[in-house]
C-alpha cells in the first residue's frame, strides 16, 4: 500500500480549461495555454492543479459528458501536450488531478452507442434501462419513476428503437453508468490506472455519491408534492456507494500515491465523515455544498435567487463542518468553482471602493480555516460576476434549461426576474475567459472567445493586480505562505465566536502552543468583535496597511480582515 499525498498540506488550484487560455486563437482554452501560465500557478504557492475534464467531449456539458476516457479533447491538444504539461507541472512542484466523471458517460461514448443497440448488447447493463411504467391513453410511454433531472425535466429518456427508458441524472446526453454491473466498475479501475500510470497524481471525482442508485427507484416525494427541482438529493448516497469507494480504493488507489476528493452534493456531516473518515478507505475529503444552498430561492426553486446570504446562517454552517469533522476526517475548504458565481460579487462587495478588500476578507476567513483550500481561476484576482443582458449571451445548459422550465413552461418567474437569477447564481459567472491583460479579449485569445468576457476585464486583469503589491494575488501568496509556516493552519482545533453577530465571522484556532484569532468584517460598515485579549497576540495578516495602531479589540473597518497568533 502507498502512503497518500499529504493533503492536509496541499493548496489547489482549480483550471476550467476551455475558459483558461487559448494558445492557438480558436478561441478556446486549451493545454499549450495551461503550460504558458504555469509559473502564475507555481508562484501563487500552490502544491496542485486539479483540471476539469480534458476528455473527449461533444461539449453538451463542457466536458463533462465523455466520449473516450482516454483521448483528449481534441480543441484542448492532444496526449503529447498532456504529457508535456504534467512534466513542466513537475519542474515546478506542481501535481495534476483530474477531474473523475463516471457517474455517468456522454451518449456518443462507445459503450452508450452499444448498449443502446439492441436489447441483448453486452454493453447493455453498461447503462440503466428499464421498461415504461405504463402508456397514456394516446400510448404514449410513461417512465419508470418520477425522478427530476438536473437538466431536463425527466431523468429517464424514451429510447423508440429498443423501447426503453435509460436513466441521466443530468441531460439527455449524460446516461448513468450502471455501477452495480462489475464489468463498468472494472472500466473505471481501469482507466483511472491509465492516467495515474501517466503521472496523474488523483482525482476529484464528479457526483461520486450518486453513483449507487437504489434498486426499487422508489418515486420522489418532493415531485409527487408538486416540487420542481432535482430529484438527486434523493439519489445521492445509496446503498452501495461507500462498499464501491472501498473496492476504488483496494483496487487502484492503493497502488499510488494520490489525493482524492469526493464532489458531493446533498451530503451532511455524517455523510463526510463516512466518505472521507481518516480510518475508512475511502476519500482523503469531499465537498460539501451545505454552504452553498444556503443563499437559494426562498420558494423552493433551486438555487435561482439574488438574495444575500445570512452570515450568521453561513458561519454556523461552516462552524458545524468544522468541528464535525475535527479529528476524524478531513474539509475541503471553497467559495468558488465552476459551478459556483464568483464568490466576491454573492458573499462580498464587488463595486470598485471594496472588490479587492472583500475578496482578500473571504479568502482569510476561507483559508484559515481548518482543511485543504481550493481557489478556482480568476478568484485569486478578485474576479466578478457579469450579466450579460441577452440569455443567447450564454452557454451553460443548466441555465438555459432553468429559463425553459421557470419561464417558458410554469411561467414562476418573468424574463427579466430570470435574467437576474442567471446574473446571481448562473454557472457562466465562473466560466467567462481568465481576464490575464487589458489587451483584445483580455489576452485570453487571438481569436473570438467561446463565451464572452467579462466587460470589466480592462481595470480587472491579472497583469495589473499580480504586479499591485495591494492587490488580491499577492494577498493570496501571503495566505499559502502562512499555512507553510505556521503549522497551527493545518493541525489547529477550531471554535467559532459570537455564533450569532450578523455582520462579523471570527474564530480561534488552537494547538497546545499556538492560537489564532482570525477576525472578519462582512460588512461595508465599522463592526465591533468580542474576542478575548491575549497579550501574546501580534497580527500575521491584515487586508488594510495601518497595522501598529490595530489591537484584536479596536473594530473592523468595512470587510477589513485581521489574523493574529499568540504562541507560548
Ligand atoms: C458536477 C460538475 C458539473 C456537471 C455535473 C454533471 O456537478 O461539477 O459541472 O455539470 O457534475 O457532470
Ligand atoms: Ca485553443
Known amino acids: 500500500m502507498t502512503q497518500d499525498i499529504d493533503f492536509r498540506r496541499s493548496v489547489v488550484y482549480q483550471i476550467y480549461p476551455r475558459s483558461f487560455a487559448d494558445s492557438n486563437g480558436d478561441g478556446v482554452g486549451d493545454l499549450p495555454g495551461i503550460i504558458q501560465h504555469l509559473d502564475y500557478i507555481a508562484d501563487l504557492g500552490v ?8 476528455y473527449a467531449s461533444p461539449n453538451d456539458d463542457n466536458g463533462y ?26 519542474k515546478r512542484g506542481l501535481r495534476i488531478i483530474m477531474d473523475l466523471v463516471v457517474n455517468h458517460t456522454s451518449d456518443e461514448h462507445e459503450w452508450f452507442q452499444q448498449s443502446r443497440s439492441s436489447r441483448d448488447n453486452p454493453y447493455r447493463d453498461y447503462y440503466i434501462w428499464r421498461d415504461p411504467s405504463g ?20 431523468a429517464w429518456e424514451w429510447d423508440e428503437p429498443t423501447q426503453q427508458f ?7 446526453k449524460q446516461p448513468d453508468l450502471n455501477w452495480d454491473n462489475p464489468k463498468v466498475r472494472a472500466e473505471v479501475y481501469d482507466l483511472m490506472r491509465f492516467w495515474l500510470d501517466r503521472g496523474v497524481s488523483g482525482f476529484r471525482m464528479d457526483v461520486i455519491n450518486a453513483i449507487s442508485k437504489d434498486p426499487e427507484f422508489p418515486d420522489d416525494p418532493r415531485v409527487t408534492a408538486g416540487g420542481r427541482e432535482s430529484s438527486l438529493y434523493l439519489i445521492a448516497n445509496g446503498p452501495r456507494v461507500h462498499e464501491f469507494l472501498r473496492e476504488m480504493r483496494r483496487e487502484v488507489l492503493d497502488d499510488y500515491s494520490t489525493l482524492t476528493v469526493g464532489e458531493t452534493p446533498d451530503t451532511t456531516v455524517a455523510d463526510g465523515l463516512a466518505y472521507a473518515g481518516f480510518n475508512r478507505g475511502e476519500l482523503n475529503m469531499v465537498f460539501t455544498f451545505e454552504h452553498m444552498m444556503l443563499d437559494g430561492n426562498p420558494d423552493g426553486y433551486g438555487k435561482w435567487w439574488d438574495g444575500k446570504v445570512d452570515v450568521p446562517t453561513l458561519k454556523q454552517n ?22 459556483q458565481p464568483r464568490v466576491v460579487s454573492r458573499f462580498g462587495d464587488d463595486s470598485p ?6 475578496a482578500t476578507m473571504l479568502a482569510t476567513t476561507l ?3 481548518c482543511g485543504t483550500p481550493y481557489i478556482y481561476q480568476g478568484e485569486e484576482i478578485g474576479m466578478t460576476n457579469v450579466a450579460f443582458p441577452e440569455l443567447s449571451d450564454y452557454d451553460d445548459i443548466e441555465q438555459r434549461n432553468a429559463y425553459a422550465q421557470y419561464v417558458d413552461k410554469a411561467k414562476i418567474f418573468s424574463h427579466e426576474q430570470m435574467m437576474h437569477y442567471i446574473h446571481a447564481r448562473g454557472r457562466d459567472n465562473a466560466r467567462t475567459p481568465m481576464q490575464w491583460s487589458a489587451t483584445k479579449n483580455a489576452g485570453f485569445s487571438t481569436g473570438t472567445p467561446w463565451l464572452k468576457i467579462n466587460p470589466n476585464y480592462r481595470e480587472l486583469n491579472a497583469e495589473r493586480d499580480v504586479a499591485d503589491p495591494r492587490g488580491v494575488y499577492q494577498y493570496y501568496q501571503r495566505l499559502i505562505e502562512l499555512r507553510k509556516k505556521y503549522p497551527v493552519i493545518i493541525d489547529g482545533d477550531f471554535q467559532l465566536l459570537s455564533p450569532d453577530d450578523p455582520y462579523t465571522f471570527s474564530y480561534l484556532r488552537r494547538t497546545k502552543t499556538d492560537t489564532l484569532l482570525v477576525t472578519s468584517n462582512f460588512t461595508e460598515h465599522e463592526r465591533s468583535v468580542a474576542v478575548d485579549s491575549n497579550p501574546g497576540y501580534r497580527l500575521i495578516l491584515s487586508n488594510y496597511e495601518d497595522k501598529e495602531k490595530t489591537t484584536p479589540e479596536s473594530p473592523l473597518r468595512g470587510y477589513e480582515t485581521r489574523v493574529w497568533l499568540a504562541s507560548t
Open 47 to 54: 502544491t496542485d492543479i486539479w483540471l476539469s475534464p480534458i
Open 166 to 172: 435509460y436513466l441521466h441524472l443530468f441531460s439527455t
Open 135 to 154: 402508456y397514456t391513453t394516446e400510448g404514449k410511454p410513461i417512465p419508470p419513476n418520477n425522478w427530476i433531472s438536473c437538466f431536463s425535466p425527466s
Open 318 to 339: 461552516l462552524a458545524h463542518w468544522q468541528e464535525g469533522l475535527a479529528g476524524k476526517a478531513w474539509n475541503s475548504l471553497y467559495w468558488n468553482n465552476h459551478d
Open 367 to 369: 483559508h484559515m480555516m
Open 65 to 90: 459528458d465523455i466520449s473516450d476516457y482516454r483521448a483528449i479533447m481534441a480543441e484542448f491538444g492532444t496526449l503529447d501536450d498532456f504529457d508535456r504539461l504534467v512534466h513542466e507541472a513537475q
Open 353 to 358: 471602493q471594496w472588490r479587492v478588500t472583500s
